[in-house]
């Protein structure tokens, strides 16, 4: 079964700090790419984080540069992001996403990633 399960949204004032979990089935986990995108009211859905689940290597947006870190945990087939010195501009609807399979690269097109979980509210207050 395919699943991605967020967690970890929540308020908080700006320079405050949250971690997102996503937990993933086994069969979903096993992508090549795993990834957290965010998308604001009116806003276009962007990435934020990717992690290669073979190797671990990373790749951020600029803007979260220097303030959040993806990680993964191979045992529970959970990505994790944790995100420090939030700003307002943060605020959004954060989601998990898996894909890539079989490709060589991953990268923040939305289009790459084959399952999305069900978000997970971020809301940052200055």
């Known amino acids: 079964q395919v699943q991605l399960v967020e967690s970890g949204g929540g308020s908080v004032q700006a320079g405050g700090s949250l971690r997102l979990s996503c937990a993933a089935s086994?069969?979903?986990?096993?992508?090549?790419?795993m990834a957290w995108f965010r998308q604001a009211p009116g806003k276009e859905r962007e990435g934020v984080a990717l992690?290669?689940?073979?190797?671990?290597?990373?790749s951020y947006a600029d803007s979260v540069k220097g303030r959040f870190t993806i990680s993964k945990d191979n045992a529970k087939n959970t990505v994790y992001l944790q995100m420090n010195s939030l700003k307002p501009e943060d605020t959004a609807m954060y989601y998990c996403?898996?894909?890539?399979?079989?490709?060589?690269?991953?990268?923040?097109?939305?289009?790459?990633?084959?399952?999305w979980g069900q978000g997970t509210q971020v809301t940052v207050s200055s």
């Open positions: 086994r069969y979903t986990y096993s992508a090549n790419c």
């Open positions: 992690i290669y689940t073979d190797g671990g290597s990373t």
């Open positions: 996403a898996a894909g890539g399979y079989g490709a060589a690269w991953c990268t923040f097109s939305t289009g790459h990633y084959n399952y």
